[in-house]
């Protein structure tokens, strides 16, 4: 017989607690508690539906000595994005968190990701959409596959039956929040369900060496909904992000425990599906005709890969008594910041200027290295002149007007030379760094933006 409890759950990380109260001791928020019913059965942990299928497993303490250093073994996805951000594809056994905003595509990538595996006995576990919905998407990415099953249902207990009749060697849930663990009694998406729903799949994954992805929700303010615990829970969390307007997506590693988190996917949504982007910076760079004044490129790095990125800016005389400033994908207060040392450093007048300053195709950067690039797009859209399309740009621009070293300089370079720039200006302090490299670009280095200027214009 099962007893029933309740207790309260702070919806912000999860914290359990017997009484409620009105700050969270855990995240210190206020007001996050809310009571949700329990219901532990005792033997609830003989009582998961796959356990016949693993099989026994044994319990034994062993030296660290005699745990055998194999590689892990990985199931290798046709898709080259999603195994570079895992660290060489799909470690078995391991349970992988997938969070992104509603829209952004999750549903369509691991549909298409399951349906390009054609080898491996993938099972879709959709608990938010009907078998025809996913049918019809399925048409539409136009993958097939022999080996691709598809459930509906949200049940943990009834998805273990079928997973011990199926036995997948993949499993993809979509999302965790809309599963429900008959051991728990409160509805799905709240904390207690989403910690025991993920901690069953996790066992489910351990013992049967099973890999497991969980699709999850992402909150208005950005984090992944449901507790915290999630995150500790599972071996990889990965956020899908990018704006809606756009078509491009960033498949980002927030934490892996089996590979670097430096590393980033970038995708293109398409009307077939999402389509691995392989060479991003050809595609970020608009092929123009003529040069236009206010475009400036920066030589970046994301994550562990160089990436070209145009920098747009447009400055106008400003028709209201205060003037604008509106970014899009760049930081506005480092806007305020470069403005303002232009000010002061260059004695340009932008306070009785709008300024606007875009980063093309969407994209958020944070890599400092942007600066100096933005700069040039500023003075550039200030003189009206425009900036040989043959140069780009890699510097992080400081308060006195100085341009400082960024790291991983080579890479840039080579990133560049290799998209036939003819020019990149760096720091000079970057420069020296770089001794007796040889390069098939010619490397400009410069000291202060007074100095760019002169060069430039
Ligand atoms: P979806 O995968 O349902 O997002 P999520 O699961 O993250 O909520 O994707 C939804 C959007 O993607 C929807 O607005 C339509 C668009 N889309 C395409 O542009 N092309 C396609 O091939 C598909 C399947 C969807
Ligand atoms: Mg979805």
Same mark, same amino acid.
């Given at each position: 017989?099962?007893? *029933?409890?309740?207790?309260?759950?702070?919806?912000?990380?999860?914290?359990?607690?017997?009484?409620?109260?009105?700050? &969270? /001791?855990?995240?210190?928020?206020?007001?996050?508690?809310?009571?949700?019913?329990?219901? @532990?059965?005792?033997?609830?942990?003989?009582?998961?539906?796959?356990?016949?299928?693993?099989?026994?497993?044994?319990?034994?303490?062993?030296?660290?000595?005699?745990?055998?250093?194999?590689?892990?073994?990985?199931?290798? *996805?046709?898709?080259?994005?999603?195994?570079? +951000?895992?660290?060489?594809?799909?470690?078995?056994?391991?349970?992988?968190? +997938?969070?992104?905003? /509603?829209?952004?595509?999750?549903?369509?990538?691991?549909?298409?990701?399951?349906?390009?595996? #054609?080898?491996?006995?993938?099972?879709?576990?959709?608990?938010?959409?009907?078998?025809?919905?996913?049918?019809?998407?399925?048409?539409? +990415?136009?993958?097939?596959?022999?080996?691709?099953?598809?459930?509906?249902?949200?049940? *943990?207990?009834?998805?273990?039956?079928?997973?011990?009749?199926?036995?997948?060697?993949?499993?993809?849930?979509?999302?965790?929040?809309?599963?429900?663990? /008959? $051991?728990?009694?409160?509805?799905?998406?709240?904390?207690?369900?989403?910690?025991? &729903?993920?901690?069953?799949?996790?066992?489910?994954?351990?013992?049967?060496?099973?890999? +497991?992805?969980?699709?999850?929700?992402?909150?208005?303010?950005?984090?992944?909904?449901?507790?915290?615990?999630?995150?500790?829970?599972?071996?990889?969390?990965?956020? $899908?992000?990018?704006?809606?307007?756009?078509?491009?997506?960033?498949?980002?590693?927030?934490?892996?425990?089996?590979?670097? *988190?430096?590393?980033?996917?970038?995708?293109?949504?398409?009307?077939?599906?999402?389509?691995?982007?392989? #060479?991003?910076?050809?595609?970020?760079?608009?092929?123009?005709?003529?040069?236009?004044?206010?475009?400036?490129?920066?030589?970046?790095?994301?994550?562990?890969?160089?990436?070209?990125?145009?920098?747009?800016?447009?400055?106008?005389?400003?028709?209201?008594?205060?003037?604008?400033?509106?970014?899009?994908?760049?930081?506005?207060?480092?806007?305020?910041?470069?403005?303002?040392?232009?000010?002061?450093?260059?004695? $340009?007048?932008?306070?009785?200027?709008?300024?606007?300053?875009?980063?093309?195709?969407?994209?958020?950067?944070?890599?400092?290295?942007?600066?100096?690039?933005?700069? &040039?797009?500023?003075?550039?859209?200030?003189?009206?002149?425009?900036?040989?399309?043959?140069? &780009?740009?890699?510097?992080?621009?400081?308060?006195?007007?100085?341009?400082?070293?960024?790291?991983?300089?080579?890479?840039?370079?080579?990133?560049?030379? @290799?998209?036939?720039?003819?020019?990149?200006?760096?720091?000079?302090?970057?420069?020296?760094?770089?001794?007796?490299?040889? $390069?098939?670009?010619?490397?400009?280095?410069?000291?202060?933006?007074?100095?760019?200027?002169?060069?430039?214009?």
């Amino acid at each position: 017989m099962s007893k *029933t409890k309740s207790a309260f759950f702070c919806q912000s990380c999860g914290y359990e607690s017997a009484k409620w109260s009105g700050k &969270c /001791p855990s995240c210190n928020q206020w007001n996050t508690f809310v009571e949700e019913v329990v219901v @532990k059965g005792n033997d609830k942990k003989e009582k998961d539906e796959w356990k016949e299928y693993s099989g026994d497993r044994k319990v034994k303490t062993i030296s660290i000595n005699e745990v055998s250093s194999a590689e892990e073994k990985r199931i290798i *996805t046709n898709d080259g994005e999603l195994n570079r +951000v895992l660290g060489g594809g799909i470690v078995m056994g391991s349970i992988v968190l +997938v969070a992104g905003e /509603p829209g952004i595509g999750k549903s369509t990538l691991f549909l298409q990701i399951g349906l390009q595996l #054609n080898d491996i006995v993938t099972l879709y576990i959709s608990g938010e959409e009907s078998e025809q919905q996913v049918k019809m998407r399925a048409d539409r +990415v136009g993958a097939k596959s022999e080996n691709f099953y598809l459930l509906t249902e949200t049940n *943990t207990q009834t998805i273990f039956q079928e997973i011990k009749k199926l036995k997948p060697q993949l499993v993809i849930v979509d999302s965790i929040q809309t599963l429900q663990s /008959p $051991f728990v009694e409160s509805g799905s998406g709240s904390v207690s369900q989403i910690r025991e &729903c993920a901690a069953e799949l996790q066992r489910f994954a351990k013992e049967t060496n099973t890999p +497991v992805f969980l699709i999850g929700h992402i909150t208005k303010d950005g984090n992944i909904a449901g507790p915290k615990i999630l995150e500790h829970m599972v071996d990889t969390v990965l956020q $899908f992000e990018g704006d809606r307007h756009y078509a491009y997506r960033i498949l980002r590693t927030l934490k892996n425990r089996f590979g670097s *988190t430096a590393e980033l996917g970038i995708y293109e949504m398409t009307g077939e599906g999402m389509r691995a982007v392989s #060479n991003p910076s050809e595609i970020l760079i608009t092929q123009k005709e003529e040069q236009l004044s206010g475009i400036a490129i920066a030589a970046t790095i994301e994550g562990m890969r160089p990436l070209l990125i145009e920098g747009q800016a447009l400055v106008t005389q400003s028709v209201y008594g205060t003037p604008q400033r509106t970014v899009s994908g760049f930081d506005l207060r480092r806007l305020q910041l470069l403005l303002a040392v232009l000010e002061k450093r260059g004695g $340009f007048h932008f306070g009785v200027k709008d300024v606007f300053v875009n980063i093309a195709g969407g994209l958020k950067v944070e890599d400092p290295s942007i600066d100096l690039a933005i700069v &040039c797009a500023l003075l550039s859209s200030y003189e009206d002149v425009p900036i040989n399309q043959h140069y &780009c740009f890699a510097g992080e621009v400081g308060l006195s007007g100085e341009i400082r070293a960024v790291n991983r300089i080579e890479q840039r370079i080579a990133e560049a030379e @290799k998209l036939g720039f003819e020019k990149i200006i760096v720091s000079k302090y970057n420069a020296k760094s770089l001794g007796k490299l040889k $390069f098939n670009i010619e490397v400009v280095p410069l000291a202060k933006v007074e100095e760019l200027y002169q060069y430039l214009f």
